[in-house]
Each structure stands twice: as C-alpha cells, then as structure tokens.
C-alpha cells in the first residue's frame, strides 16, 4: 500500500470511529441534553455521518450551511435555529469546535 493509501485508510478509520462515537453519545448519555437542546436524534446521526464523510475525505472544516443541506437531504428541513442548536449541542458534547470563521466547524477527534 502506498503512502496516499494507508492516509486514506487512516482517514476513513479516524471518520468512522468519530461518527460512531458521536452516534452512541446521542443514542445513551447524550440523548437527554440534545432532548434539551431541542435537537433530534435522528438529525443528530445525519450530520454525524456528514462530518465523517468530510473527514474521510482528508477535510478538517466543515460549512455549516452544509449542515442544513445534511438535514434536508434525510427528509429534515432546517431552520437557521435547529442548526444553532444542532451546533450547541456537538460543541457542548465536545464532537466539535468552532474556528474564527463564524461558517466554518472543525471535528474533535
């Protein structure tokens, strides 16, 4: 394997155990503070695996309007509310972190 392979084999491994770690925050402990952030679970998985697919993709950044494009395209529409909320919860949960640019969050691996 050469070197862009194991680094993509390592990004794909880093997304996954991201993604599952967010899933299973939002399916036990965290499931009661996205309840109280008024935030699905469901909604929760689907942008989970959205980050996780920009991270497999080697992407440290990620839009937050993407976030809102995530929920439309799983049946969800967002409103500029959920998605503050939706990002209240992943930083208060410590899966993300935000950067300068007011659009832009970063995973936390």
Same mark, same amino acid.
């Given at each position: 394997? *050469? ?5 993509? +084999?390592?990004? @794909? ?17 965290? #499931?009661?503070?996205? #309840?109280? !952030? ?11 695996? $959205?980050?996780? +697919? ?5 992407? &440290?950044?990620? *839009?937050?309007?993407? @976030?809102? @494009? &995530? ?7 967002? *409103?500029? #509310? !959920?998605? !503050?909320? $939706?990002?209240?919860? @992943?930083? +208060?949960?410590?899966?993300?972190? #935000?950067?300068?640019?007011?659009? $832009? ?5």
């Amino acid at each position: 394997m *050469s070197g862009r392979g194991h680094r993509n +084999a390592a990004l @794909l491994v880093d997304a996954t155990v991201w993604r599952d770690r967010v899933i299973g925050d939002v399916r036990g402990e965290g #499931r009661a503070a996205a #309840r109280a !952030q008024e935030v699905s679970v469901d909604l929760v998985i689907a942008v989970a695996e $959205l980050i996780a +697919a920009y991270m497999a993709a080697g992407e &440290s950044l990620v *839009s937050r309007t993407d @976030l809102k @494009l &995530s929920g439309y395209r799983s049946g969800y529409w967002i *409103s500029a #509310r !959920q998605e !503050q909320r $939706l990002v209240r919860y @992943l930083e +208060a949960r410590g899966h993300i972190e #935000r950067t300068d640019d007011r659009d $832009l969050i970063r995973p936390v691996a």
